[in-house]
């Protein structure tokens, strides 16, 4: 089941890093706490990206050597998936355009969510086995 929630929200971030959204509703120019709310909505798009990419490696990968990494693989490839989606906005779509602050504001976001995930992936992985599996008695 991971894989396939791995599949769908790698699939969403595409969709909305590609997408060109027009509405006069939107307006995400506009700044809050001297930071572009565009910033904000990069940090939020990024952020499940460490949990959901750790749990992949960690508990649906047959490769000891993928679980045995997961933390550096996370983050790195967290890193390299960011920079790939402003590259190519300013390469492939002509609605978009790559900006090195967005690419600041996915790293930030994955940096910490590795940091969260690598301070307590494990204990809160065991905490909802083990309360899962007393559900099932």
């Known amino acids: 089941m991971i894989k396939t929630l791995y599949i769908i929200y790698l ?47 960690r508990y649906a990968s047959g490769r000891d050597s993928i679980r045995k990494h997961a ?23 002509t609605s978009r355009q790559g900006d090195i602050l967005d690419y600041a504001a996915d790293s930030i976001s994955i940096v910490t969510g590795t940091v969260i995930v690598a301070l307590a992936g494990h204990p809160a992985v065991r905490l909802l086995d083990s309360v899962f599996s007393k559900s099932k008695i």
């Open 71 to 93: 933390i550096v693989i996370t983050l790195l490839s967290g890193l390299f998936f960011a920079g790939l989606t402003e590259l190519f906005q300013d390469w492939f779509f």
């Open 11 to 57: 699939a969403m971030v595409l969709f909305f890093c590609f997408y060109s959204f027009k509405s006069p509703d939107l307006d995400l120019g506009k700044y809050f706490l001297g930071i572009r709310l565009d910033r904000y909505a990069h940090f939020a798009m990024f952020f499940p990206y460490p949990f959901i990419t750790w749990l992949t490696c």
